[in-house]
């Protein structure tokens, strides 16, 4: 196999782990040299294709085997008590951001989770968590280019 094509599978595998989802991927791939558009492209992709099973799964899962588990119970209410407030405020606006803050229990996993839990309807679930996501890849890839890192010696307080 190519090895271009073994990283950018790698790639993928780590985006799609929860917890770890883009934010791991793209510094990775770009520390592997690998083109930062093509790192952010599929990044993202992955990552907001994330939805579509998790969304359905939880539909069709929850009540009747997830929520049986103290673990899975124990983040879904930690995932309720950090969303709920931006969520219920600010809508599909609200989950987008929620989604795009890079960091730990915030992303396309707990993004959908929030979505559900709320009883947002799918497409508009799809739309926040896709928007977060574009975001937080945006956010991640200038933080890892360095991009940011310039604009603060350029513009103090950026």
Do not use: C, Q
């Not at 196999?1 to 883009?22: N, S």
């Not at 799964?57 to 969303?83: D, I, N, P, Q, T």
């Not at 839990?117 to 933080?143: E, I």
Request: charged fraction near 10%.
């Amino acid at each position: 196999m190519d090895g271009m094509v073994a990283k950018t599978l790698t790639l993928i595998a780590v985006t799609l782990v929860p917890w770890i989802e883009l934010r791991g991927s793209i510094p990775l791939g770009l520390a592997w040299g690998m083109p930062w558009y093509l790192v952010s492209g599929f990044a993202v992709l992955a990552n907001v294709l994330v939805f579509i099973p998790v969304y359905f799964l939880l539909h069709l899962f929850y009540e009747r085997w997830f929520s049986r588990v103290a673990l899975v119970r124990r983040w879904v209410e930690r995932v309720r008590v950090k969303g709920r407030e931006p969520v219920e405020k600010y809508g599909v606006w609200g989950l987008a951001v929620f989604v795009a803050i890079p960091l730990p229990g915030t992303g396309a996993y707990s993004g959908t989770l929030l979505a559900f839990l709320m009883g947002m309807p799918a497409g508009r679930a799809f739309l926040a968590v896709g928007s977060g996501v574009v975001g937080a890849g945006v956010l991640v890839t200038l933080a890892a280019t360095g991009v940011l890192a310039g604009l603060r010696a350029i513009v103090p307080g950026v």
